[in-house]
């Protein structure tokens, strides 16, 4: 008998450790060097564009957009996208960025 496995992914505002049911938004920034990321809520992303635009406006700019790095690589050298893209095909439900659960990763390389 085959047990069907649901995975939902939460995502969690970092600010005050809220579920994000709906919208929200993964900031990403660089200070002195170090690059940050943070997930927001719609209301705490908009208070941090608006604290930071401050600051912006007196600063220069020295670089623009980096461009995307290729999707990360698993130690058995599979992709995070191509497990995501198995998780999704069979059964289990995966944000499209994030951490995976380990739980899919198990099933993955169990898989393959």
């Keep these: ?9 939460q995502l969690i ?3 005050d450790g809220d579920p994000i049911d709906i919208g929200g938004e993964t900031v990403n920034f660089a200070v002195n ?5 943070i997930d927001l809520n719609d209301k705490n992303a908009t208070e941090f564009h608006r604290k930071m635009d401050y600051y912006i406006k007196y600063a220069t700019r020295v670089g623009g957009r980096k461009t ?5 690589r698993t130690s058995n ?8 893209e ?8 995966v944000s499209a960025r ?15």
């Design 13 to 15: 505002d970092d600010l």
């Design 68 to 72: 995307a790095r290729p999707a990360r």
């Design 1 to 9: 008998m085959h047990v069907a496995q649901k995975v939902v992914v």
């Design 86 to 93: 198995w998780a999704n095909a069979n059964g289990y439900t």
């Design 77 to 84: 050298g599979a992709s995070t996208q191509q497990i995501r």
């Design 33 to 37: 060097g170090v690059e940050y990321s």
């Design 98 to 112: 994030g951490q995976i659960a380990a739980d899919i990763m198990e099933a993955y390389a169990a898989a393959n």
